[in-house]
């Protein structure tokens, strides 16, 4: 690893400030499909991006050559950067958007994934496709773990020195089951959802294949499922659905580079203005929606963002009332609009820039028997398939993999192919009752897309169950 401090010190260039971050991430991949190998392969990525603000701009360049001449080099090029941007600015930053903070931040973990054996780890992705051909109708089945460590540390001229320490873990377990000309796929709380921070104990194989054993089973029950119908209902929707509900018609929309124009010409706006911040209702008052990376295990958990501003939790929504934004030092200069720690980049040669965290639905007061007693009729889902959201994030329809049928307070049938449509405030009004803390679960993904170049980010959500009135609901 590179001597950021001394570099730093020994860096020749004439700024208002300079920072320096230095990444280094081995993430290794097993995926094995009906039992036999499909790809094994370790991936180490390093380098450092070198910040340099003049007259209130910022430029920017990235390196992997990691010596006092190249850093040298990268922040030559990103003064000049600076320097040019700062004739066409349109608004000019000052250094309280780089706090001098000093800390430190390791995932709390007890053994690292990375002491599991590879052999010990392929034998259990095996026995996992075994486990998860329940029958003749699996016709194809598939285990994945993806295992990262990542080390961040950070040094400014102001003072800054922030070291972090992150252990990753993600799997993918899935089968298919076909009977005639009907195919279903049911997965592990949707593609790739099971991601945390997190040691070996994800793989304990005694409870690994019990819940594999379900997934197949499922995908066999699903292929003779009748199809969801087509009707105005009672929604319910578990923890692994809420985690895309939440992502998609909160997290985006929140985003105040979105809101301010930023993303406009690669992933759309937001139907949310600043104006709305404090007055607009989100949602119900049943609505709790917080900002959080200090959840311990939660996939985007950290102690600093990239900017150097200590993560904590924060109200983004509360009682159904808008209070603030997923925006940086940088956005909440620009917008006068407050946010939270979520200056983030996905590598060391990206930018940093407003992205969501652990982005989490707090939880109520009903258990689960008491949502599902309450319903005379409705449609319980589970696990996300598909999604789409209009470029304003508003207009959605959202597919799951498995569902089923409520009648009299009671779960009867399965359903298969079921699909939901709303409006984001719409829906999110319609929110009847949220599930306590019995009900709550937690997930991520690695691949949240945003920015310019592209960047795919480690996000997290957590969820009670919940239910909503009066949502379309419809089959294939």
């Given at each position: ?411 009867t049938k399965t359903l298969r192919n079921p699909n939901y449509r709303g409006v984001t405030q719409h829906f999110w009004h319609n929110l009847i009752y949220v599930g306590n803390e019995s009900t709550r679960e937690f997930y991520g993904t690695p691949y949240c897309g945003k920015g310019e170049p592209n960047q795919a980010i480690r996000v997290g959500h957590a969820s009670p169950v919940c239910a909503f009135k009066d949502i379309q609901v419809f089959g294939c």
């Amino acid at each position: 690893m590179l001597d950021l401090e001394k570099t730093l010190e020994n860096l020749d260039i004439n700024a208002d400030w300079i920072g320096l971050r230095q990444v280094y991430e081995t993430t290794t991949h097993r995926i094995f499909r009906d039992g036999k190998p499909q790809s094994n392969g370790r991936k180490i990525n390093h380098g450092v991006m070198v910040e340099v603000m003049v007259n209130g701009q910022i430029g920017y360049c990235a390196t992997n050559h990691l010596n006092q001449s190249a850093i040298q080099q990268a922040a030559e090029i990103a003064q000049q950067q600076a320097e040019k941007a700062s004739k066409w600015s349109i608004f000019k930053f000052n250094t309280d958007i780089r706090p001098p903070a000093k800390g430190s931040y390791q995932s709390p973990i007890t053994e690292s994934a990375n002491l599991v054996h590879p052999q010990e780890l392929n034998d259990l992705l095996v026995q996992i496709c075994h486990r998860l051909r329940v029958s003749d109708k699996v016709v194809k089945a598939t285990a994945m773990a993806g295992i990262s460590d990542i080390s961040s540390h950070f040094v400014s001229s102001n003072g800054a020195n922030i070291q972090q320490q992150f252990s990753l873990v993600e799997t993918d377990y899935a089968a298919i089951a076909q009977d005639g000309n009907i195919i279903q796929k049911r997965s592990d709380n949707g593609m790739l959802a099971r991601c945390y921070q997190a040691g070996k104990d994800v793989f304990n194989p005694e409870i690994t294949l019990n819940r594999v054993q379900q997934i197949g089973e499922e995908a066999v029950e699903l292929v003779f499922a009748q199809d969801c119908p087509n009707m105005t209902t009672t929604l319910v929707l578990a923890p692994d659905q809420m985690m895309l509900q939440i992502h998609e018609s909160v997290g985006h929309p929140l985003e105040i580079d979105r809101i301010l124009g930023d993303e406009r010409n690669y992933a759309g706006s937001s139907f949310v203005k600043l104006s709305d911040f404090g007055t607009l209702a989100y949602g119900s008052p049943l609505m709790n929606i917080t900002f959080d990376p200090t959840v311990k295990g939660e996939f985007a958990s950290y102690g600093y963002d990239d900017a150097g501003l200590k993560a904590e939790k924060q109200y983004l929504i509360k009682d159904g009332i808008l209070l603030r934004g997923l925006g940086s030092l940088e956005s909440q200069q620009r917008s006068n609009i407050q946010g939270v720690a979520n200056f983030r980049s996905s590598s060391w040669n990206r930018p940093s820039i407003d992205r969501m965290a652990n982005l989490n639905l707090e939880s109520g007061n009903s258990s689960f028997h008491e949502i599902i007693s309450a319903i005379e009729f409705g449609v319980y889902m589970k696990s996300n398939r598909s999604w789409s959201i209009d470029d304003y994030r508003n207009k959605f329809q959202f597919g799951c993999e498995y569902a089923q049928l409520i009648e009299n307070g009671k779960i009867t049938k399965t359903l298969r192919n079921p699909n939901y449509r709303g409006v984001t405030q719409h829906f999110w009004h319609n929110l009847i009752y949220v599930g306590n803390e019995s009900t709550r679960e937690f997930y991520g993904t690695p691949y949240c897309g945003k920015g310019e170049p592209n960047q795919a980010i480690r996000v997290g959500h957590a969820s009670p169950v919940c239910a909503f009135k009066d949502i379309q609901v419809f089959g294939c």
